[in-house]
């Protein structure tokens, strides 16, 4: 009678040979590791031989101990069912509860409806075992469970609860997620850890019954403390998560630019894609810990650098300007858009903030439970300094590595690609290879380190500007390579008066900055607003030998089947000569030889060291970098790059205002460049990385002079350079 459609219509013929239901799409790293999924449901299914017999035996013995004999019914398992209105998970087959997964889900309560679905389950069961082998079924079987905590299917369930594929779980571990199958929300080992053990134990008494399991295993694997390695696969957790919500904003904006052959659009949640990225996951995972390990200990300063400010942590502001941020806050916060949403006025809502209510916040030890006004947590999260970490390998443009900020959960903004920051001196650079370019430079060339004005109109500006160096001293003619190494004020504005501002902006241009860039003579200082993505992307290009490449996070998109729906190929253009770029980076490399950037060289606890944990790095392989601090110490930046690998590192609070208030703690060598010497120990201590210790190439037959030794030996037995010989600058 159910297979004539009394109890309702059954599934047809095409749904049974291509049963719907959600899958989760995959994120995959360049190294093969799954580091994220979207979905509605965090599906991914496995085939059979991805299962552990361990796993098949605890499931047969324990759930359907004749799996392997009967044809998809157990007619007394049914009639308990019906008769248990559905309580205590009945006595169906596999098959039946794979059925009821797929096709109805949940049984009713009412008796004469889950009599009518135990009837279609029956016939379905039996349709499913003509169409599929005994090994199919138990496979889709248990990609079909919902496992709780957001994890569907025993891929997610692996994951989510002991950290590994299903092929990899124990006999004590397969016990346990099938022990869960009875109630998956009673029985889980996260929220329930005794009843999940009591569980267990009962599955492995199963198994011994069943032929799968000698007593004595029994006895020893019963004794065992459920050990959990719990990795929810949440939007907020797991590495890269700045960079999942940047792929998730692109995949939906390539779902509507590229529909399926019948007109639809992917759905990035329920399609089952696979997103294939260039992010290496030991790499991310290298830098993810960099600002965790700094930043961590920095913050500890920051909260005794404000100890005695009355309105931590904002320097010099008005009671108006304070005001005007936090309501700012406030407006932008998900507490004021709910609360809105619920008809609430403004007044109500604003008066909403002011009362205690207990919460947890986020620290650096952990989430805290804690009692304040929504208002105070406001402040307090500023006082928080952010990140934004990006790393790319200069040849290819495949990004490695993305951090865009401390904790995605709390604070959601992030700093690679969204967060524009004044670079300080780290544009010094752009104006230096411009000045090589134009004016036929090099490294070893003399400039005046004076006193420099540039009148009123020059340039375009409307008043004198005269910059001055951040220490307020001056040392008369010095090389080009020294005055970069130094971050020289009046060099930069030399320069700059020379080549004019405008070509300074087209440089910048051609390096693959797309922000706007004022044709001022003050952004020869970094008065400048660009992003971490920008500036990694154009100091990639002098490693690239004055080629720029766009920077790469995707190399291919799969859909569920394994064909090819979308590849990504490189955008480069040459942007200078080889000699040019070279030249760039010899002079970079003098920034941690023998200026700012030298604490990635010591080698003891004395000057040049990490001002924070007290640890040297002893770098001795060539490393081309460039720090960077602007006005008050609201930035702090360092780029640095070896041949293979190009890395930006910013650091800073949300708001300007609240930062630092001396450059010991404030400036880009103590904020930013800790992290990326952090980073690159850990790359280098896994060889697997190949990440490189050598020279950087020098081309062929190079026409500008760059080693500045050499050249300073050969003008001491001629000609001294004006009031200093070149030698005085390079004996370091």
Not at 351 to 378: L, N, Q, Y
Not at 428 to 446: G, N, R, W
């Amino acid at each position: 009678m159910a297979s004539w459609g009394v109890f309702g219509k059954l599934p047809s013929f095409e749904q049974l040979e291509n049963p719907e239901y959600n899958i989760a799409t995959e994120i995959i790293s360049s190294d093969g590791v799954t580091i994220g999924k979207f979905f509605a449901e965090n599906r991914t299914p496995v085939k059979y031989s991805d299962l552990p017999q361990n796993l098949v035996n605890a499931l047969v013995a324990t759930e359907d101990e004749r799996f392997f004999e009967h044809s998809g019914i157990d007619a007394r398992g049914t009639i308990r069912a019906v008769a248990n209105l559905g309580r205590n998970g009945g006595a169906s087959t596999v098959t039946q509860q794979l059925a009821k997964n797929l096709f109805h889900g949940e049984g009713s309560k009412n008796i004469v409806e889950r009599v009518a679905q135990k009837a279609k389950e029956w016939v379905i069961a039996i349709r499913l075992e003509r169409q599929y082998t005994k090994q199919e079924i138990i496979a889709m079987y248990l990609n079909t469970v919902d496992f709780v905590h957001h994890a569907v299917g025993i891929r997610s369930a692996a994951k989510t609860y002991f950290g590994k594929e299903p092929k990899d779980l124990t006999t004590e571990e397969a016990a346990v997620i099938v022990g869960m199958l009875k109630n998956p929300s009673r029985l889980n080992p996260k929220s329930y850890p005794d009843d999940s053990w009591a569980r267990r134990n009962v599955v492995l008494g199963q198994m011994v019954k069943n032929g799968f399991l000698k007593p004595e295993v029994k006895k020893e694997l019963e004794k065992k403390p459920i050990e959990l390695d719990y990795n929810p696969e949440d939007h907020n957790e797991g590495i890269a998560t700045y960079f999942r919500e940047y792929l998730r904003e692109f995949m939906s904006e390539w779902a509507k630019e590229n529909p399926k052959d019948n007109g639809e659009e992917y759905d990035i949640y329920r399609d089952g894609l696979k997103i294939y990225v260039t992010l290496d996951s030991k790499m991310q995972s290298y830098a993810e810990d960099a600002v965790h390990q700094h930043l961590a200990n920095l913050q500890e300063q920051f909260f005794i650098d404000q100890k005695n400010n009355k309105n931590a942590p904002f320097i010099k502001l008005s009671k108006d300007q304070t005001d005007a941020i936090l309501n700012r806050a406030m407006k932008n916060s998900d507490r004021w858009r709910m609360m809105k949403e619920e008809g609430k006025s403004e007044d109500a809502i604003t008066a909403s903030f002011e009362k205690e209510r207990k919460m947890k916040i986020f620290t650096w030890k952990g989430e805290r439970d804690t009692v304040m006004t929504p208002m105070d947590s406001i402040r307090y999260y500023k006082h928080f300094l952010q990140a934004g970490l990006m790393s790319m390998t200069p040849q290819t443009g495949e990004v490695k590595a993305w951090v865009g900020g401390i904790n995605h959960k709390y604070f959601k903004y992030d700093h690679v690609k969204q967060g524009a920051r004044q670079v300080g001196s780290t544009f010094k650079p752009f104006v230096y290879a411009t000045a090589i370019e134009q004016l036929h430079l090099s490294p070893c060339d003399s400039i005046l380190d004076a006193p420099f004005t540039m009148p009123k109109g020059k340039h375009g500006i409307e008043a004198a500007w005269s910059p001055q160096n951040s220490n307020y001293k001056y040392e008369g003619v010095v090389p080009l390579r020294y005055a970069l190494a130094h971050s020289i004020n009046t060099a930069s504005a030399r320069l700059i008066d020379r080549v004019g501002p405008k070509a300074v902006v087209d440089m910048a241009h051609k390096l693959g900055v797309t922000n706007d860039i004022p044709e001022q003579p003050a952004i020869a200082l970094g008065a400048v607003e660009l992003t971490v993505r920008e500036m990694v992307a154009a100091y990639s290009t002098f490693a690239n030998k004055g080629m720029y490449i766009k920077p790469i996070v995707i190399t291919r998109i799969e859909d569920k089947n394994g064909i090819e729906l979308y590849r990504n190929l490189p955008q480069t253009k040459e942007v200078m000569s080889k000699d040019v770029a070279y030249a760039v980076i010899k002079l970079l490399e003098g920034v941690t030889e023998s200026g700012s950037g030298y604490r990635l060289r010591s080698t003891w606890h004395g000057v040049g060291y990490d001002r924070v944990t007290g640890h040297p790095y002893k770098f001795t392989n060539p490393i081309a970098g460039k720090t960077g601090t602007t006005q008050n110490q609201s930035d702090g930046w360092f780029m640095g790059m070896v041949p293979n690998l190009a890395t930006g590192v910013w650091v800073g609070n949300d708001d300007r205002s609240a930062h630092f208030r001396g450059i010991t703690y404030g400036q880009g060598a103590t904020m930013a460049l800790p992290i990326w010497g952090i980073y690159m120990k850990k790359c280098y201590e896994d060889k697997s990385l190949d990440i490189s210790k050598k020279e950087f190439e020098r081309p062929e037959n190079l026409s500008i002079p760059v080693d500045c030794r050499e050249l300073a030996k050969q003008k001491q037995d001629s000609t001294a350079v004006e009031d200093k010989e070149l030698s005085d600058f390079f004996d370091f």
